[in-house]
């Protein structure tokens, strides 16, 4: 059974920075699509950052420039390094695995930002 689990949210004054980690296991294989969602309180869980094991990359436009996203396949994990944060980007930060059809979670990791 496929887990992801992330790590690396917590407390940070805008205009700092923070580093997402996920971490697959249970698998062999290198999932496709790996990436971020987040969810805000009141709000519909958004798309944040994806990228595929062949390393092309999808941000939404509220993150461009800001966030950037990365992975190891061989380790099957996933990063997300967010920069310039700002008070908006506080959210429930979900890491989502996408293969041939399934998809996985994480229970989530909480980022808040402070003005």
């Known amino acids: 059974q496929v887990q992801l689990v992330e790590s690396g949210g917590g407390l940070v004054q805008a205009g700092g920075s923070l580093r997402l980690s996920c971490a697959a296991s249970g698998t062999f294989f290198s999932i496709n699509v790996m990436g971020w969602y987040r969810q805000a309180p009141g709000k519909q869980r958004e798309l944040v950052a994806v990228?595929?094991?062949?390393?092309?990359?999808n941000y939404a436009d509220s993150v461009k420039g800001r966030f950037t996203i990365s992975r190891d396949n061989a380790k099957n994990t996933v990063h997300l390094q967010m920069n310039s944060l700002k008070p908006e980007d506080t959210a429930l930060y979900y890491c989502r695995g996408s293969h041939i059809g399934n998809d996985y979670w994480g229970q989530g990791t909480q980022v808040t930002v402070s003005s």
């Open positions: 990228i595929t094991s062949g390393g092309t990359t």
